[in-house]
C-alpha cells in the first residue's frame, strides 16, 4: 500500500509565526528648525529599531524534542502500519483466489469462468477503494492532528512573545531554508520546547483523572 507512506513521510511542522509588527508613529512638525526636526527623526527610529527584537524557533528541533508532536506521529505510523496490514492481508487473499481460478479455469465450464471471473473483478474494485478509502482518512487525520499541533504551537508563541516583548518569532529547518542565516543567540527553541513539553505534560495528566 505505497500510496500511504508519501503522505506520512511529506508530514512536517512547518511555522510560519508572524507573531507581531513595531510601527512607529513620526510627528513631524513642519514648522520650525528643519534640523531639529530630522535629528528628531532619525532619534525616533534608532529608538524603534532598538526595540525590535527578533527570535527563531528551530522547526527541526521541535518537531524532534516536542512530545505533542512525537505521540502524533506515532499514533499515525501506527494507523499507517495496521492499515498497509489489512490490505496487504487481503491482497494476498485475492491472489490466492485469483491463482486457484487459473488452476481450475481448464476444467469449468465457460459460465462458471465468467462468474467467477466477474466475482474477482468486483473484489479487485474492491480492494482499489478499500486502498483509497484508507488513504484519504489517514490524510484527513494527518491534517486534523498537525493542525491541532500548529495551534498549539502559536498560541504558546503568540504569549511567550508578549511576555518577552519579541517583535517577530521566525523558524528555521536545515530542510526548508528559508531563513538563510541566523545567529544562535536567537535561538529560543530550548526554552519553547521546555515550556511546551511542560503544558503537554500537565495537559495528559489531567485528562488520566
Avoid: W
Wanted: aromatic share 6%; hydrophobic share 35%.
Amino acid at each position: 500500500m505505497n500510496k500511504l507512506f508519501p503522505t506520512l513521510s511529506k508530514v512536517s511542522l512547518g511555522l510560519v509565526l508572524a507573531v507581531a509588527a513595531v510601527s512607529c508613529n513620526q510627528n513631524a512638525k513642519t514648522a520650525g528648525n528643519n534640523t531639529a526636526s530630522s535629528d528628531s527623526t532619525l532619534a525616533s527610529t534608532a529608538s524603534a529599531q532598538k526595540e525590535e527584537k527578533i527570535v527563531y524557533v528551530n522547526s527541526d528541533t521541535l518537531s524532534e524534542k516536542y512530545e505533542y508532536f512525537k505521540d502524533i506521529r506515532a499514533k499515525l505510523e501506527a494507523k499507517v502500519k495496521k492499515a498497509q496490514s489489512d490490505l496487504q492481508s487481503k491482497g494476498q487473499a485475492f491472489q490466492r483466489e485469483v491463482a486457484e481460478y487459473q488452476q481450475k479455469a481448464a476444467t469449468m465450464s465457460a459460465s462458471e469462468r465468467q462468474a467467477t471471473e466477474e466475482k474477482l473483478a468486483r473484489k479487485q474494485d474492491e480492494l482499489g477503494r478499500l486502498d483509497q478509502n484508507a488513504s484519504a482518512s489517514i490524510a484527513q487525520d494527518e491534517s486534523t492532528e498537525f493542525n491541532n499541533v500548529y495551534n498549539t504551537i502559536t498560541e504558546y508563541l503568540k504569549k511567550h512573545a508578549e511576555e518577552n516583548g519579541y517583535t517577530l518569532v521566525l523558524t528555521y529547518s536545515k530542510s526548508n531554508p528559508t531563513v538563510l542565516y541566523v545567529d544562535k543567540k536567537l535561538d529560543i527553541t530550548a526554552q519553547v520546547i521546555d515550556a511546551l513539553n511542560k503544558e503537554y505534560k500537565e495537559k495528559k495528566a489531567k485528562e488520566k483523572k
